[in-house]
């Protein structure tokens, strides 16, 4: 009995994998198709734009996003995938965000925010030492910009910690996924104790 609740759920998993993959690659998306508006929900269309602020590391305006979709779901209905580009323009700055959306069911979907238009090797380097956007800059861009940290710590399962002190008495560190992405930035006051 167990065995039969298992196997549809292996069928939909697999069948959930399958739709990303039915999306045509980004570089082969003709020009002028994009349509402004947004086919995620309201709930997840505030999920995104909750984590789309934890990259840039700043809240966003209403005013100051801009969604279009430029790749129409395919797959079936509970399994589909599509793409957005999302702009957040404000009077400092443009980004634009590739978002694959990807539903696991009925009333769920999972998405995947990747920056556009900028590599982070030629990306500006942060007036703020800790206002680096996490998930998106990589250690090569913080060596860039930091230089060679103090000290560098490697563990087993591949994450890694840069450490740079500075002359403001304090103690920055970037703590990095296995594939250099940073993760997080903890700041530590120095104290002569």
């Given amino acids: 009995m167990k065995h039969m609740a298992v196997v549809p759920l292996f069928i939909a998993l ?3 994998c399958k739709t990303t993959e039915n999306l045509a690659p980004v570089s082969q998306i003709a020009p002028g198709v994009a349509k402004e508006g947004s086919l995620a929900n309201e ?12 990259v840039i590391n700043s809240a966003i305006d209403s005013s ?36 694959t959306f990807t539903e696991s069911g009925l009333d769920a979907a999972n998405f995947e925010i990747k920056p556009m238009g900028s590599d982070s090797k030629d990306a500006p380097c942060p007036a703020n030492k800790a206002q680096f956007p996490i998930g998106i800059t990589t250690s090569e861009q913080v060596l ?15 994450r890694f910690v840069y450490l740079y002190e500075s002359k403001q008495n304090l103690i920055l560190t970037y703590l990095f996924s296995p594939d250099k992405k940073l993760l997080k930035i903890v700041g530590y006051e120095k104290t002569d104790r």
């Fill in 43 to 54: 709930t997840l269309a505030a999920d995104t734009k909750a984590r789309l602020e934890e």
């Fill in 144 to 158: 860039r910009c930091m230089g060679k940290p103090q000290h560098e710590n490697y563990n087993p399962d591949g």
């Fill in 14 to 16: 697999l069948t959930g």
């Fill in 64 to 99: 100051e996003l801009l969604k279009f979709v430029i790749q129409q779901p395919v797959g079936e209905v509970g399994s589909r995938a599509w793409r957005e580009m999302w702009i957040v323009k404000s009077s400092k700055s443009t980004s634009q965000f590739l978002i």
